[in-house]
Protein backbone atom coordinates (compact mmCIF):
# COMPACT_ATOMS: atom_id res chain seq x y z
CA UNK A 1 0.00 0.00 0.00
CA UNK A 2 1.67 3.28 -0.97
CA UNK A 3 1.19 5.88 1.35
CA UNK A 4 4.15 8.14 2.13
CA UNK A 5 5.56 8.39 5.46
CA UNK A 6 4.74 11.13 7.35
CA UNK A 7 7.27 11.12 9.67
CA UNK A 8 9.30 12.05 7.04
CA UNK A 9 7.47 14.07 4.46
CA UNK A 10 5.91 16.86 7.59
CA UNK A 11 9.65 17.86 8.63
CA UNK A 12 11.33 17.92 4.85
CA UNK A 13 8.05 19.80 3.49
CA UNK A 14 8.37 22.60 6.04
CA UNK A 15 11.93 22.49 6.29
CA UNK A 16 12.21 22.81 2.68
CA UNK A 17 8.96 25.35 2.42
CA UNK A 18 10.37 27.22 5.25
CA UNK A 19 13.80 27.79 3.41
CA UNK A 20 13.06 28.91 0.19
CA UNK A 21 12.18 32.00 1.68
CA UNK A 22 15.78 32.57 2.60
CA UNK A 23 16.59 31.28 -0.32
CA UNK A 24 14.82 33.05 -2.86
CA UNK A 25 15.64 33.71 -6.48
CA UNK A 26 15.16 37.05 -8.11
CA UNK A 27 11.59 38.69 -8.68
CA UNK A 28 10.54 37.34 -11.87
CA UNK A 29 9.21 39.94 -14.84
CA UNK A 30 5.96 38.48 -14.00
CA UNK A 31 3.64 37.48 -11.03
CA UNK A 32 1.50 34.53 -11.67
CA UNK A 33 -1.46 33.84 -9.51
CA UNK A 34 -4.20 30.70 -9.99
CA UNK A 35 -8.07 30.37 -9.32
CA UNK A 36 -8.62 26.54 -9.01
CA UNK A 37 -11.10 24.00 -8.06
CA UNK A 38 -10.01 20.12 -7.09
CA UNK A 39 -12.05 17.40 -6.45
CA UNK A 40 -10.87 13.99 -4.38
CA UNK A 41 -10.77 12.18 -1.52
CA UNK A 42 -10.47 12.75 2.50
CA UNK A 43 -9.87 9.61 4.38
CA UNK A 44 -9.19 9.69 8.33
CA UNK A 45 -6.68 7.55 10.62
CA UNK A 46 -7.62 6.98 14.08
CA UNK A 47 -8.94 4.81 16.62
CA UNK A 48 -11.29 3.24 14.08
CA UNK A 49 -8.64 3.25 11.39
CA UNK A 50 -5.64 2.45 12.81
CA UNK A 51 -4.28 3.02 9.50
CA UNK A 52 -4.83 4.45 6.39
CA UNK A 53 -7.72 2.47 4.32
CA UNK A 54 -8.22 3.24 0.70
CA UNK A 55 -11.88 2.04 1.31
CA UNK A 56 -13.05 4.35 3.35
CA UNK A 57 -12.27 7.35 1.43
CA UNK A 58 -15.11 9.29 0.86
CA UNK A 59 -15.82 12.21 -1.69
CA UNK A 60 -14.49 15.97 -1.14
CA UNK A 61 -14.04 19.42 -3.31
CA UNK A 62 -11.58 22.25 -2.48
CA UNK A 63 -11.55 25.43 -4.11
CA UNK A 64 -8.41 27.19 -3.95
CA UNK A 65 -6.33 30.89 -4.71
CA UNK A 66 -2.20 30.39 -5.94
CA UNK A 67 -0.13 33.02 -6.36
CA UNK A 68 3.84 32.80 -6.89
CA UNK A 69 6.02 35.10 -4.61
CA UNK A 70 9.48 33.87 -6.24
CA UNK A 71 10.61 31.75 -8.89
CA UNK A 72 10.51 28.26 -6.41
CA UNK A 73 7.89 29.86 -3.86
CA UNK A 74 4.35 29.85 -4.69
CA UNK A 75 1.96 30.31 -1.35
CA UNK A 76 -1.85 28.88 -1.37
CA UNK A 77 -5.03 29.65 0.28
CA UNK A 78 -8.26 27.10 -0.08
CA UNK A 79 -10.89 25.67 1.57
CA UNK A 80 -11.97 22.25 1.51
CA UNK A 81 -15.08 19.88 2.28
CA UNK A 82 -15.64 16.34 2.56
CA UNK A 83 -16.93 13.33 4.65
CA UNK A 84 -15.07 10.67 6.63
CA UNK A 85 -15.91 7.25 6.85
CA UNK A 86 -14.43 3.92 8.91
CA UNK A 87 -15.50 1.01 10.67
CA UNK A 88 -13.78 -1.71 12.97
CA UNK A 89 -14.73 -4.10 10.50
CA UNK A 90 -12.57 -2.87 7.60
CA UNK A 91 -9.92 -3.02 10.05
CA UNK A 92 -7.21 -5.97 9.01
CA UNK A 93 -5.47 -8.56 10.92
CA UNK A 94 -2.01 -10.25 10.51
CA UNK A 95 -3.99 -13.48 9.24
CA UNK A 96 -6.32 -11.28 7.13
CA UNK A 97 -9.53 -11.47 9.18
CA UNK A 98 -10.78 -8.47 11.61
CA UNK A 99 -8.98 -8.55 14.72
CA UNK A 100 -10.38 -9.30 18.03
CA UNK A 101 -10.32 -5.83 19.34
CA UNK A 102 -12.12 -4.47 16.59
CA UNK A 103 -14.44 -7.40 15.94
CA UNK A 104 -16.08 -7.38 19.73
CA UNK A 105 -15.75 -3.17 19.74
CA UNK A 106 -18.02 -2.72 16.18
CA UNK A 107 -17.47 0.68 15.87
CA UNK A 108 -18.15 2.76 12.91
CA UNK A 109 -17.62 6.32 12.53
CA UNK A 110 -19.21 9.15 9.76
CA UNK A 111 -19.28 12.68 9.58
CA UNK A 112 -17.91 14.99 7.37
CA UNK A 113 -15.21 18.18 7.64
CA UNK A 114 -14.62 21.37 6.31
CA UNK A 115 -10.84 22.76 6.10
CA UNK A 116 -9.43 27.01 6.11
CA UNK A 117 -5.85 26.98 5.18
CA UNK A 118 -2.91 28.36 4.20
CA UNK A 119 0.49 26.55 2.64
CA UNK A 120 3.66 27.40 1.22
CA UNK A 121 4.61 25.25 -1.78
CA UNK A 122 8.06 25.02 -3.39
CA UNK A 123 8.51 23.85 -7.10
CA UNK A 124 11.50 21.59 -7.81
CA UNK A 125 11.15 23.10 -11.39
CA UNK A 126 10.75 26.23 -13.47
CA UNK A 127 6.58 26.57 -13.78
CA UNK A 128 5.84 30.40 -14.08
CA UNK A 129 7.20 31.16 -17.29
CA UNK A 130 4.07 29.00 -19.20
CA UNK A 131 4.33 31.48 -22.27
CA UNK A 132 7.09 29.09 -24.23
CA UNK A 133 5.17 26.74 -25.75
CA UNK A 134 7.94 25.22 -26.55
CA UNK A 135 8.78 23.36 -23.30
CA UNK A 136 6.97 21.31 -20.91
CA UNK A 137 5.87 22.97 -17.55
CA UNK A 138 5.37 20.02 -15.33
CA UNK A 139 6.82 20.36 -11.44
CA UNK A 140 6.77 18.29 -8.34
CA UNK A 141 6.06 20.16 -5.32
CA UNK A 142 6.36 19.66 -1.86
CA UNK A 143 3.58 21.97 0.53
CA UNK A 144 3.19 23.00 4.34
CA UNK A 145 1.63 25.19 6.26
CA UNK A 146 -1.38 25.90 8.90
CA UNK A 147 -5.32 25.45 8.46
CA UNK A 148 -8.52 25.43 10.77
CA UNK A 149 -10.67 22.90 10.88
CA UNK A 150 -14.49 21.69 11.41
CA UNK A 151 -15.07 18.12 11.98
CA UNK A 152 -18.78 16.40 13.07
CA UNK A 153 -18.79 12.92 13.61
CA UNK A 154 -20.96 10.26 14.35
CA UNK A 155 -19.86 7.20 16.10
CA UNK A 156 -21.60 4.21 17.21
CA UNK A 157 -21.02 0.83 18.05
CA UNK A 158 -22.77 -2.38 16.92
CA UNK A 159 -22.12 -4.19 20.34
CA UNK A 160 -25.04 -3.31 22.86
CA UNK A 161 -22.90 -3.89 25.68
CA UNK A 162 -20.65 -0.77 24.85
CA UNK A 163 -23.14 0.84 23.01
CA UNK A 164 -23.73 3.24 26.61
CA UNK A 165 -19.71 3.67 26.67
CA UNK A 166 -19.36 4.54 22.53
CA UNK A 167 -22.33 5.42 20.84
CA UNK A 168 -21.54 9.78 20.29
CA UNK A 169 -21.60 12.22 18.35
CA UNK A 170 -20.08 15.90 18.41
CA UNK A 171 -18.61 18.87 16.12
CA UNK A 172 -14.70 19.63 16.48
CA UNK A 173 -12.79 23.10 15.77
CA UNK A 174 -9.25 22.69 16.04
CA UNK A 175 -5.79 23.68 14.14
CA UNK A 176 -4.14 21.08 11.84
CA UNK A 177 -0.90 21.04 10.00
CA UNK A 178 -1.16 20.29 6.20
CA UNK A 179 1.39 18.77 4.09
CA UNK A 180 2.38 16.83 1.50
CA UNK A 181 3.64 16.47 -2.64
CA UNK A 182 1.87 17.07 -5.72
CA UNK A 183 2.94 17.84 -9.37
CA UNK A 184 2.12 20.99 -11.54
CA UNK A 185 1.48 20.23 -14.99
CA UNK A 186 0.61 23.49 -17.20
CA UNK A 187 -1.44 22.45 -19.95
CA UNK A 188 -1.49 25.44 -21.80
CA UNK A 189 -0.79 29.57 -21.67
CA UNK A 190 -3.65 29.83 -18.80
CA UNK A 191 -5.13 26.32 -17.93
CA UNK A 192 -3.23 23.66 -14.95
CA UNK A 193 -3.41 20.60 -14.31
CA UNK A 194 -2.67 19.52 -10.62
CA UNK A 195 -2.20 16.13 -8.64
CA UNK A 196 -1.77 16.24 -4.88
CA UNK A 197 -1.36 14.13 -1.69
CA UNK A 198 -1.52 15.77 1.35
CA UNK A 199 -2.13 14.37 5.46
CA UNK A 200 -3.43 17.05 8.07
CA UNK A 201 -2.13 16.22 11.97
CA UNK A 202 -3.80 17.52 14.38
CA UNK A 203 -3.91 17.67 17.89
CA UNK A 204 -6.56 15.54 19.33
CA UNK A 205 -7.92 12.79 19.94
CA UNK A 206 -10.95 13.24 20.07
CA UNK A 207 -12.55 13.14 16.10
CA UNK A 208 -13.90 9.81 16.49
CA UNK A 209 -15.03 10.51 20.19
CA UNK A 210 -12.62 7.96 21.69
CA UNK A 211 -10.01 7.43 23.92
CA UNK A 212 -11.21 8.42 27.50
CA UNK A 213 -12.84 4.79 27.36
CA UNK A 214 -11.21 2.04 28.99
CA UNK A 215 -7.59 1.60 28.13
CA UNK A 216 -8.47 -2.28 27.38
CA UNK A 217 -10.62 -1.17 24.21
CA UNK A 218 -9.13 2.10 23.07
CA UNK A 219 -4.99 4.04 22.87
CA UNK A 220 -5.23 7.23 24.59
CA UNK A 221 -1.82 7.92 23.26
CA UNK A 222 -2.35 8.32 19.37
CA UNK A 223 -3.95 11.71 18.28
CA UNK A 224 -5.94 11.83 15.13
CA UNK A 225 -5.31 12.55 11.40
CA UNK A 226 -6.85 13.40 8.27
CA UNK A 227 -6.09 13.27 4.45
CA UNK A 228 -7.16 14.80 1.40
CA UNK A 229 -5.86 13.85 -2.21
CA UNK A 230 -7.46 14.80 -5.46
CA UNK A 231 -7.20 16.19 -8.82
CA UNK A 232 -7.55 20.15 -9.73
CA UNK A 233 -7.85 22.57 -12.47
CA UNK A 234 -6.68 25.76 -12.24
CA UNK A 235 -6.79 29.22 -14.42
CA UNK A 236 -3.72 31.09 -14.78
CA UNK A 237 -3.64 35.11 -14.21
CA UNK A 238 -0.54 37.04 -15.70
CA UNK A 239 0.54 40.22 -13.94
CA UNK A 240 3.75 42.26 -15.89
CA UNK A 241 6.13 43.76 -13.63
CA UNK A 242 6.75 47.37 -15.08
CA UNK A 243 10.52 48.64 -14.05
CA UNK A 244 10.29 51.77 -11.81
CA UNK A 245 11.94 54.01 -14.90
CA UNK A 246 8.35 53.07 -17.20
CA UNK A 247 6.51 53.30 -13.77
CA UNK A 248 7.89 56.45 -13.08
CA UNK A 249 7.14 57.49 -16.31
CA UNK A 250 4.98 56.11 -18.36
CA UNK A 251 5.59 58.36 -21.55
CA UNK A 252 8.59 56.11 -21.97
CA UNK A 253 6.33 53.27 -22.97
CA UNK A 254 4.77 55.51 -26.14
Same mark, same amino acid.
Given at each position: ???????????????????????????L??H???????????????????????????????????????????????????????? !????E? #? *????????? &???? +? @?????????????????????????R??????????????????????????????????K??????????????K??????????????????????????? !?????? #? *????Q???? &???? +? @?S????????????????????
Open positions: MFVFRISYALPAGLLLAGSAFFVATPAAQTSELGIGVGATNYKGEVSPQFQWQNSRPALTVFYRRDISAPVTLRASLTAGFLRAA !DANVG #V *NGSVPPLQS &YRQL +S @LKGGLLEAAGVVEYNFLDYHDRKDHRLHLSPYLFAGLGLYYVNTTVSSANAALQLAFDRGAKVGLAIPAGAGLLALSEHFNLGLEMGVRKTFTDQLDHTG !DQTPLL #V *NSHDDWYY &YSGV +S @LYTFYKILCPPPYKNNKRLLK
